[in-house]
């Protein structure tokens, strides 16, 4: 929970559960959005599914205009009785609701048949050189390698770039690979400016106590480093 879930990560779990048992859902805190079967998942995989019956998903741009199918932008949800305000923070209650719909902060779009997948947190996307690189993206390509146990994909401040994407790993234990070898993996996959310029290995990544990785503890250790 608490980040999207990479493909590879995904099928690793649908193989240890009997078939068809696996169900994951997409929400947050304020909520559930979305859900999607072992089956629906097979056929969309990546995808966190269609709305909880009675929501709506809306993909709208910075201005709050609808955006096309298959194109990234905030996403929204419409939902029954949703109301809510956060604590002492008034501007970040506001700035969460459009037109009855709310936000978490997170990037996504629909498929052509109204499926949701997430690009990643708005907060964590890197603009790299002027182009932007989605770090679940990465994040899910890395996962795949054998050696790796979890990768967080974070950018740090680049004298050409602006943004350098840099993957911190967690090995998986008595596995060995270096930062060489992860880059070329993940070349095979990605465009070049999405793939890590720099590879940092760790015994074990930062963690909320629910699990989450603690990205901004990353990008201050790292953007000295």
């Known amino acids: 929970s608490a980040a999207p ?6 099928r690793g779990i649908m193989a240890v559960f009997p078939p068809g048992s696996v169900t994951e859902f ?3 805190s304020e909520g559930g959005f979305t859900r999607i079967s072992a089956e629906e998942w097979t056929r969309k995989p990546g995808s966190v599914g269609t709305p909880w019956p009675g929501h709506e998903i809306q993909i709208l741009d910075e201005r709050g205009e609808p955006l096309p199918r298959g194109a990234i932008g905030l996403i929204y949800v419409r939902a029954p009785g949703m109301s809510f305000r ?7 209650t506001r700035s969460a609701f459009h037109d009855g719909m709310f936000t978490a902060g ?13 690009a990643d947190r708005r907060t964590d996307l890197i603009i790299s050189g002027g182009a932007n690189v989605y770090p679940a993206e990465v994040e899910s390509v890395l996962a795949a390698h054998p050696a790796v146990a979890d990768v967080a994909v974070i950018g740090v401040p680049d004298a050409d ?11 998986r234990p008595g596995a060995v690979a270096g930062a060489d070898e992860l880059i070329a993996f993940a070349r095979r996959d990605l465009s070049h400016y999405k793939c890590p310029r720099r590879v940092e290995l760790v015994a ?15 990008v201050e250790r790292f953007s000295t480093a």
Request: net charge neutral.
């Open 5 to 10: 879930c990479p493909p590879a990560v995904k």
């Open 26 to 28: 997409y929400g947050a």
């Open 86 to 92: 956060y604590r002492g923070a008034e501007e970040k």
């Open 106 to 118: 997170d990037l996504g779009w629909l498929d052509d048949d109204g499926f949701l997948f997430i």
């Open 161 to 171: 770039m602006g943004k350098a994407v840099l993957a911190v790993v967690e090995l």
């Open 204 to 218: 074990a990544l930062p963690r909320e106590p629910q699990g989450k990785v603690r990205k901004r503890e990353l």
